[in-house]
């Protein structure tokens, strides 16, 4: 009995620990919670892309509906990988979409936007990165889900999929539009 | 032909001291830019992940390490500038985690596995018959 006992536990131990490893493997270290959720958006007023066009207001994003905030640049590989689906969500009135530039020259960004489309309502450029650092950035794409408070809701690190928009943006939208 | 072999040993290991931080970026005090070296080698660069923002070539960690210095010549005291990180990118970027409630038991567990180890050594050796003087020769001839 003594024996049984001796060769149960570290097989058990080791099932166990397995079983944690397990779990480690299936865990993205690249996605982190975000410090801003359910807080304000910081503030930032960022000068347009576009010569002319006004401010990107961080104070004029509240109160007016959902807001998508995107960070993106045209350096960015993956930004292109979500750049269709932008194009097709920047297309619903439900809520509105603006970008960030993120540490970029605004001739490239324009050049990027003129060739793939410009899916965006509003774009402001932050080539110091200082905004980016206050919103958490850590990369490039990053969204962030912004409710009718002006508090984020969402971040999404990486590009947007369809799968992440059905499950995680959609039922953000469809739950601020029940509430107004 | 062996100092040849040392001297790719050497280039190929001996980049140790490689800092990623660039003469523009120093603060003409020195007092506040060992401070500001002290806090960036604790930061974690969220690009490469592993490495500190003091080593990192990466933009955003540049971008982090003149905040740091910013804050610094703004007279923020260490813990205030770590502060002021920690709220934007969580205790993830401190490369040596806080000891505080969701981090207790990685901070306790090589205690408590010790003390098990231990508690299991004391328990099992006691269970052995005391061997009576006679008898420790004679056992050491059954085992060999």
Same mark, same amino acid.
């Given at each position: 009995m003594q024996l049984r006992m001796a060769t149960v536990l570290p097989l058990g131990l080791f099932a166990v620990l397995g079983v944690v490893l397990a779990m480690g493997l299936r865990h993205d270290p690249k996605v982190l919670p975000s410090m801003l959720l359910d807080r304000p958006l910081p503030e930032f007023d960022?000068?347009?892309?576009?010569?002319?066009?006004?401010?990107?207001?961080?104070?004029?994003?509240?109160?007016?509906?959902?807001?998508?905030?995107?960070v993106f640049g045209s350096w960015c590989v993956s930004c292109r990988y979500e750049h269709p689906l932008l194009m097709r969500v920047g297309k619903d009135t439900r809520f509105k979409l603006v970008g960030i530039d993120w540490k970029d020259a605004p001739q490239d960004a324009n050049q990027y936007l003129a060739t793939y489309g410009d899916p965006y309502a509003q774009i402001g450029t932050d080539e110091v990165g200082r905004t980016a650092i206050d919103l958490g950035v850590s990369g490039a794409p990053e969204t962030f889900v912004v409710d009718a408070k002006g508090r984020v809701r969402l971040r999404v690190p990486g590009p947007l999929t369809p799968e992440i928009w059905d499950k995680q943006i959609e039922p953000l939208i469809k739950e601020s539009e029940k509430a107004s | 032909m062996?100092?040849?072999?040392?001297?790719?040993?050497? +280039?190929?290991?001996?980049?140790? +001291?490689?800092?990623? /931080? +660039?003469?523009?970026?120093m603060l003409k005090d020195s007092g506040q830019e060992l401070r500001a070296r002290d806090i960036s080698q604790v930061l974690r660069?969220?690009?490469?992940?592993?490495?500190?923002?003091?080593?990192?070539?990466?933009? @955003?960690?540049?971008? @982090?390490?003149?905040?740091?210095?910013?804050?610094?010549?703004?007279?923020?005291?260490?813990?205030? /500038?770590?502060?002021?990180?920690?709220?934007?990118?969580?205790?993830?970027? @401190? @490369?040596?985690?806080?000891?505080q409630l969701d981090t207790a038991l990685l901070w306790l567990l090589p205690f408590i596995l010790m003390i098990v180890a231990l508690g299991a050594a004391f328990l099992y050796l006691r269970q052995q018959p005391e061997p009576e003087a006679g008898d420790i020769s004679n056992e050491i001839l059954k085992e060999e």
């Amino acid at each position: 009995m003594q024996l049984r006992m001796a060769t149960v536990l570290p097989l058990g131990l080791f099932a166990v620990l397995g079983v944690v490893l397990a779990m480690g493997l299936r865990h993205d270290p690249k996605v982190l919670p975000s410090m801003l959720l359910d807080r304000p958006l910081p503030e930032f007023d960022l000068a347009s892309l576009k010569i002319g066009a006004p401010n990107l207001k961080s104070s004029e994003l509240k109160g007016k509906g959902v807001t998508l905030v995107n960070v993106f640049g045209s350096w960015c590989v993956s930004c292109r990988y979500e750049h269709p689906l932008l194009m097709r969500v920047g297309k619903d009135t439900r809520f509105k979409l603006v970008g960030i530039d993120w540490k970029d020259a605004p001739q490239d960004a324009n050049q990027y936007l003129a060739t793939y489309g410009d899916p965006y309502a509003q774009i402001g450029t932050d080539e110091v990165g200082r905004t980016a650092i206050d919103l958490g950035v850590s990369g490039a794409p990053e969204t962030f889900v912004v409710d009718a408070k002006g508090r984020v809701r969402l971040r999404v690190p990486g590009p947007l999929t369809p799968e992440i928009w059905d499950k995680q943006i959609e039922p953000l939208i469809k739950e601020s539009e029940k509430a107004s | 032909m062996m100092r040849k072999f040392f001297i790719v040993i050497f +280039l190929l290991f001996g980049t140790g +001291l490689a800092h990623a /931080v +660039l003469p523009e970026e120093m603060l003409k005090d020195s007092g506040q830019e060992l401070r500001a070296r002290d806090i960036s080698q604790v930061l974690r660069c969220l690009v490469c992940q592993n490495q500190s923002i003091d080593d990192s070539n990466a933009p @955003l960690a540049k971008d @982090l390490r003149i905040i740091v210095r910013e804050r610094i010549s703004a007279g923020d005291s260490n813990d205030q /500038v770590m502060a002021y990180v920690v709220n934007r990118y969580g205790n993830y970027v @401190l @490369l040596k985690p806080p000891f505080q409630l969701d981090t207790a038991l990685l901070w306790l567990l090589p205690f408590i596995l010790m003390i098990v180890a231990l508690g299991a050594a004391f328990l099992y050796l006691r269970q052995q018959p005391e061997p009576e003087a006679g008898d420790i020769s004679n056992e050491i001839l059954k085992e060999e």
